[in-house]
């Protein structure tokens, strides 16, 4: 069993900046592919970013550029830096993490609002 247990969101105005974190119950580097997705109000979950065992990135349309997914594997953590958040960026930020054995894993969610 792997838990995957998000932090870091709140409310926050737009432009404004947060960084999610999700810390594994164990090594990141056991797992195949990590990454992030949300839910918005009323719509299905998509992606915002993934991180592959190797470094590579793959990101939601139109999220890179202000979206930066990355790892520290001392800390068994995975981060999602969020900057010039927009109102749309609204969500519940869920964590996925998915093995060698393509289980795949989700945190419980953390709710992020963008609203002045």
């Known amino acids: 069993q792997v838990n995957l247990v998000e932090s870091g969101g709140g409310l926050v105005q737009p432009g404004g900046s947060l960084r999610l974190s999700c810390e594994a119950s164990r090594g990141i580097s056991s797992f195949r592919r990590m990454g992030w997705y949300r839910q918005p109000p009323g719509k299905q979950r998509e992606l915002v970013a993934t991180l592959a065992i190797g470094g590579t990135t793959n990101y939601g349309d139109s999220l890179k550029g202000r979206f930066t997914i990355s790892g520290d594997g001392a800390k068994n953590t995975v981060y999602l830096q969020m900057n010039s958040l927009k109102p749309e960026d609204t969500a519940v930020y869920y964590c996925?993490?998915?093995?060698?054995?393509?289980?795949?894993?989700w945190g419980q969610g953390t709710q992020v609002t963008v609203s002045s």
């Open positions: 996925n993490a998915i093995t060698w054995t393509r289980t795949e894993y």
